[in-house]
């Protein structure tokens, strides 16, 4: 491809993004105004901690994001490369990492929720609802990212802006929704939130084979592929998991010796910090 063409696409794709990040700005503000309203101080302040427990196991499959689109996009530019072949090896690796997850956050997280963390008894159902809610969207989150990598290693940054901004969309439909039913709103708004994200899972997989034809959505286990995909993401991985570790175990000790309130707190300027 001819430099003209690779400058132009190039800030084709700037512009996008550019959009992508000043429409998600206006999005993701008000729901967190308004879900603080609805929800209230104490269970505004644990939803946060619960998703902190969560959020610590997610330190691999941030690293495998990154791994996964390399691999890809080496394929890609190999004159035979087989990018299905590495989709499917990353996607096979993606849903087992779920299900590992999925087995240490029951093991790990219902303990510390239950037995460590400050929580008034009368709100301890509800926490663990929102517990296992946020769990199972973060096991969908984890089985996305191969559909993630895939579209950013072909720089299909359009189709990427448009799921992003449309999943914004969907969880500011869900804390709307929270205004009009009369419901624990804690478990309420969990349970739209995790209906929300299988619904996005759906889209990435259905928007990625219709651009991607040519590429199979089956699972393949080989041993040799997992295991390249796992040894190129290792310091990426400890560098995210240090950067989790810092960012969410202060979460917790605030939890334990402040209470849920500071967390909510907590929880707002977080999400200022990240959205800007």
């Not at 914004?168 to 039913?181: G, M, N, S």
């Not at 190129?232 to 209470?259: D, K, T």
């Amino acid at each position: 491809m001819s430099d003209p063409s690779n400058a132009k696409r190039i800030a084709e794709n700037t512009v996008i993004l550019y959009i992508r990040m000043i429409i998600l700005l206006g999005i993701s503000l008000y729901p967190s105004r308004v879900l603080l309203e609805v929800l209230g101080v104490e269970d505004y302040g644990i939803y946060n901690i619960v998703g902190s427990i969560v959020v610590l196991f997610s330190f691999l499959s941030n690293s495998m994001m990154s791994a996964t689109q390399r691999f890809i996009a080496f394929e890609i530019g190999r004159k035979d490369g087989d990018v299905s072949h590495i989709f499917r090896c990353s996607l096979a690796l993606h849903v087992l990492l779920a299900a590992v997850f999925g087995v240490l956050s029951e093991a790990v997280g219902v303990p510390v929720l239950n037995k460590v963390l400050n929580i008034e008894a009368s709100r301890m159902a509800a926490a663990n609802w929102a517990f296992q809610f946020s769990l199972l969207v973060f096991l969908l989150q984890i089985i996305r990212v191969p559909f993630f990598a895939l579209l950013i290693a072909y720089e299909k940054m359009g189709s990427y802006a448009f799921l992003n901004i449309l999943e914004a969309v969907t969880k500011l439909a869900a804390v709307v929704a929270l205004c009009h039913i009369h419901a624990d709103k804690l478990i309420l708004f969990s349970g739209l939130y995790f209906a929300s994200q299988v619904l996005m899972l759906i889209l990435f997989c259905l928007w990625c084979r219709k651009l991607f034809p040519q590429i199979s959505f089956t699972m393949l286990f080989r041993k040799a592929d997992i295991l390249q995909l796992c040894s190129f993401s290792g310091w990426s991985m400890l560098g995210s998991f240090a950067n989790i570790l810092r960012q969410q175990v202060v979460n917790l000790l605030i939890n334990v010796f402040c209470g849920v309130r500071i967390n909510s707190a907590v929880g707002v300027a977080q999400q200022l910090s990240s959205t800007v």
